[in-house]
């Protein structure tokens, strides 16, 4: 015995010095942010195991020498797989409990990250034992300790590197979007294998390339390809918890496997207990000198009843072998039993001890924007205050680690259209957008007759619209689940239907919501009736454009032009000059089309970033001129259609025939609001006469001096598809037939706060645009031969 | 306690290049990370209250004892009768409030909030984007239908969050 301390306190003393300082104060919010950050700074606990192990055999030692013939290193050995604690357990137990965040993490992140420990230890302590313990050395010690950073660090690194891959990959499957989940499950059980082979701690690796590439991976992959890896890995995950826990059900029955010994299974049973709590009690001192939130008696009570054995203590116990250690039978036995009793009894009594304690339970709220944008504020502020106090503190290196992400990682390993968008805030306000949206589909509601829309608990607006929402739902008896993630899977229906849906919902909530309030907005009221007269006129527009898409076979490019094209002001292009237009800015849209009628749309709709700043400049109107066609009748027969404008930066010569027809345009500048919508009443007047001549003169025009073939021009970015903030929308190509009301509901849809000016340009433009989503799609269509002008109408 | 106020008056003295004994904006504005803060205007601005243009040691590490850590004992032992202690959740809230609230008038238009959407939003939100936020932001904080959002709707929409453990840091303990 006296030999046997010797080893034992070299053993503890480095143990002791193995130690892992706990990290940096961790602050830690109470609501999960996706990302790295939470688990970063909790790798604290990792060390319980290794504690526990010594203290084990000491007491194992004593008790039950003179049973069981196994010398001190094997006791090690078993000391050291039967502390480590499971995740597989632990995650059962706790995901039914919802204790608090910290304590969820602190346990669940120690048996995740233990593993290492317990590789570690376990290898060590089995070499030691083959070695036989007269040939261990103090050198083996060192190394043993050496290896454990060599394992986790390494493990760790590997799994970063395969994240990285991951992250990589994705980026790259817009096509191919059925390889997804492929790419996610390999990648990550290569990065498990890799570290397999390595003899580092596969665990960790696999642990780390989750976290790594959740981010970008999630930005990269289509819903429902996220969806489909969420929900294999849960069925995967339940499968392997069920079987490996059905070998140990049976394993206990064959009792050839096994041999009995009471002292032992006693004594462990007792002494894991024992133990464990003291290695508790200790590190929660020690990090308690650290944290900004201690950590008190009732956490600790939680965290050492909490530790669960299962899965990989058996694995590794099954796995020795019987010539070296004579005692793995009653190893086995122990083993089993302390599994059973720690998943069972343990697992069963834990909730009621989380009741019965009042531990903190995990409070699940929906997320509000208030709060994400409190929140955000909030870290800035912190941010700041640690900068003045010249603290490096937890938000300084959070920030750092934000700012390194955003300009590199990011860039590289997300794609372009998911980096574009992506701000939290704004996250989160899609999220509450499409739940309200789906909700209110679900409610059979009709966007259209908004004005009957009766929400009965939305005037009841505490700070949760969403539970007003909930209410309904319930109410209803629609089974939709308001869970953030599974609207995703919602969403899997037709996407740009669902799109158009949503974004038709999102304008047609605001106005339910907003009816209620005292709002002072000027737009406010405006809109209903603006809307009602621009359903007018756009369903005559949309009849005439319908006829003369039959009649004529010429081809119509329109360009969305973007803001250089309105910071020059009055878009008064006829077809010709529009043609320049092409001509002169080919860079800016694309066409080779030299002849083709541009049909120059302006809408104040884009919500491109990059115009924000400019959309400040519009002071003018967009106003709908129809007497496009006639206007460029004339001039194709004049000029011959392909002289070159100066660009139309400058206002082109055109004008001046718009002045001509519609002399009152000129005023239009900076007009209000309500001027606007009168203007567009007497556009569609306007257009009437203007179309009626142009259908005559149209025919007459078979072979327009725009002999451009039917190409259609591409627009680089299909303006309307990337306006939509969020991806999945494309502006709608909606067939035909329908285009009536989509576009139109589309187009209430996407007004969002906006002026209402913006309203009757955007229906009309909507349609237009509808079509020539559709002409550019099927090129086989003849298009007409118009050129319809948007002077926008102003507003300020 | 006794060795952060230490600290933090060797933080002062090391901000005040020009030892003149207080801080102006200037001193605040040269800490080089504050700069990239979108907020950091306003921080430095509610470091002078009243619209003074100096701040002493002791205004400094007044606002400042807002991010004290909220310690349980005190709560227990404090003397209602006295005014709450800086670093109480409320009055963290209201420093908060205060950093929103810039023309003072006690609530939170939707204009301002705009305005602190604007600087913390990155530029890929586009401005109506920002201002359907913004809304909506107001709208779920608002309970007496007024269009802002009044010190005690603020502090309704945040109970759930943690405030005591999120607006302090750990060393001015």
Not at chain 1, 127 to 136: P, W
Not at chain 1, 230 to 237: E, N, R, S
Not at chain 1, 469 to 497: H, M, Y
Request: some cysteine; charged content about 25%.
């Amino acid at each position: 015995m006296l030999r046997a301390a010797l080893p034992l306190l070299g053993l503890l003393l480095a143990g002791a010095g193995a130690v892992e300082e706990p990290t940096q104060d961790p602050g830690l919010p109470g609501e999960p942010p996706p990302g790295l950050e939470l688990f970063r700074w909790q790798w604290h606990e990792v060390e319980a195991p290794y504690l526990v192990a010594l203290w084990i055999l000491v007491a194992s030692l004593a008790k039950i020498a003179p049973k069981v013939q196994a010398g001190l290193l094997d006791f090690l050995l078993f000391g050291s797989l039967i502390s480590a604690v499971d995740p597989v357990a632990v995650l059962a137990v706790f995901e039914e409990v919802h204790v608090n965040e910290t304590l969820f993490i602190i346990v669940f992140g120690e048996s995740l990250l233990n593993d290492a420990v317990t590789v570690v230890l376990y290898k060590v302590c089995n070499s030691f034992v083959e070695m036989g313990s007269a040939n261990v050395r103090a050198t083996d010690y060192l190394k043993g300790v050496a290896s454990l950073f060599v394992v986790s660090l390494g493990g760790a690194a590997v799994g970063l590197v395969f994240a990285f891959l991951l992250a990589l990959t994705t980026r790259f499957t817009k096509r191919v979007r059925i390889i997804e989940p492929l790419l996610v499950f390999l990648l990550a059980y290569a990065a498990y294998l890799t570290a397999e082979m390595a003899s580092l701690s596969a665990i960790l690796a696999v642990t780390m390339c989750g976290l790594g590439c959740k981010k970008y991976v999630e930005a990269n992959i289509s819903h429902k390809s996220r969806t489909a890896v969420k929900y294999t890995m849960k069925t995967l995950a339940s499968c392997a918890e069920t079987i490996i826990f059905m070998l140990l059900g049976i394993s206990a029955v064959d009792s050839s496997k096994w041999a009995w010994d009471s002292g032992l299974v006693l004594g462990t049973l007792f002494f894991i207990l024992f133990f464990r709590a003291l290695g508790v009690v200790l590190q929660t001192w020690v990090l308690n000198q650290f944290r900004l939130v201690r950590l008190d008696k009732i956490d600790q009570v939680v965290m050492s009843y909490g530790g669960l054995r299962g899965a990989v203590a058996f694995a590794l116990v099954i796995l020795l072998d019987r010539m070296k250690v004579p005692a793995k039978d009653y190893f086995v036995a122990t083993t089993i039993v302390v599994v059973f009793f720690t998943v069972i009894v343990q697992g069963l009594t834990i909730k009621p001890l989380v009741k019965w304690l009042k531990v903190k339970r995990s409070e699940h709220h929906k997320p509000t924007l208030n709060q994400e944008l409190h929140e955000h504020t909030f870290d800035h502020i912190l941010a700041a205050v640690e900068d003045v106090v010249g603290h490096h503190g937890y938000h300084y290196w959070r920030d750092r680690w934000e700012q390194f992400d955003k300009k590199y990682l990011s860039q590289l390993l997300m794609r372009r259209s998911a980096y574009r968008i992506r701000d939290q805030i704004w996250d989160v306000y899609y999220r509450l957008n499409i739940r309200d949206a789906i909700s209110f589909v679900d409610q059979g509601g009709h966007v259209l007759s908004s004005t009957g829309l009766t929400l009965p608990s939305m005037p009841s607006r505490n700070s949760v619209a969403e539970t007003s929402v909930t209410n309904l739902l319930r109410e209803s008896g629609s089974g939709a689940c308001l869970d953030l993630q599974v609207i995703d899977t919602v969403r899997s229906g037709r996407d740009r239907e669902d799109a158009v849906m949503h974004h038709l919902l999102c304008g047609g909530l605001y106005k339910p919501r907003r009816r209620y309030k005292a709002s002072c907005s000027r737009h406010f009221i405006s809109e209903d009736a603006q809307e009602r007269q621009d359903k007018e006129v756009f369903q005559q527009n949309m009849k005439r454009r319908l006829e003369s898409f039959k009649s004529t076979k010429h081809n119509i490019c329109f360009t969305k032009s973007k803001p250089r094209l309105r910071k020059t002001g009055h878009r008064k292009k006829d077809g010709v000059a529009n043609a320049e237009a092409a001509n002169g800015k080919p860079q800016d849209l694309g066409f080779q089309d030299t002849a083709a009628v541009i049909l120059t749309v302006e809408s104040e709709e884009e919500e491109e970033s990059d115009s924000s700043e400019t959309e400040k400049e519009d002071d003018e109107g967009i106003i709908f001129v129809a007497r496009a066609t006639s206007e460029v009748l004339q001039e194709g027969k004049v000029s011959g259609n392909l002289e070159v404008c100066p660009s139309p930066r400058i206002i082109p010569p055109s004008p001046t025939c718009a002045e001509k027809e519609l002399p009152w345009k000129s005023g239009q500048g900076d007009l209000a609001v309500y001027v606007s919508s009168e203007t567009t009443k007497i556009v569609p007047v306007e257009m009437q006469t203007g179309w009626n001549q142009s259908m005559s003169s149209l025919e007459s025009l078979a072979s327009p001096p725009c002999t451009q073939a039917p190409t259609l021009t591409h627009l680089p970015p299909c303006p309307l598809g990337t306006e939509e903030p969020q991806a999945p929308l494309n502006l709608p190509s909606d067939p035909h037939p329908s285009f009536a009301f989509p576009p139109s509901l589309a187009k209430a849809g996407r007004s969002r706060s906006e002026s209402s000016a913006d309203i009757p340009q955007q229906q009309e433009l909507q349609p237009l645009m509808g079509h020539k989503d559709n002409t550019r799609l099927s090129p086989g269509i003849a298009n007409s031969h118009w050129c319809i002008q948007f002077n926008r109408g102003g507003w300020l | 306690s006794q060795a952060s106020l230490v600290r933090l008056h060797h933080r002062f003295q090391a901000l005040d290049r020009s030892k003149k004994g207080y801080l102006s904006r200037m001193d605040l504005q040269r800490i080089g990370a504050l700069a990239v803060n979108p907020l950091g205007d306003r921080i430095i601005e509610s470091f002078f209250p009243d619209g003074g243009q100096q701040v002493d040691f002791a205004g400094f590490a007044r606002v400042l004892a807002h991010f004290r850590p909220v310690d349980d004992e005190d709560i227990g032992n404090r003397d209602p009768k006295q005014p709450e202690p800086l670093n109480s959740r409320t009055n963290k809230l209201r420093f908060a409030f205060q950093l929103y609230d810039l023309d003072r008038d006690g609530k939170i238009s939707r204009h301002e909030m705009l305005q602190v959407l604007r600087l913390m939003v990155g530029v890929q939100v586009t401005e109506e984007q920002l201002e359907s936020i913004a809304d909506r932001t107001v709208q779920e904080a608002d309970e007496d239908g007024d269009g802002a959002v009044s010190f005690l709707e603020f502090t309704k929409s945040l109970e759930k969050m943690n405030i005591e453990q999120k607006m302090s840091i750990r060393i001015l303990k």
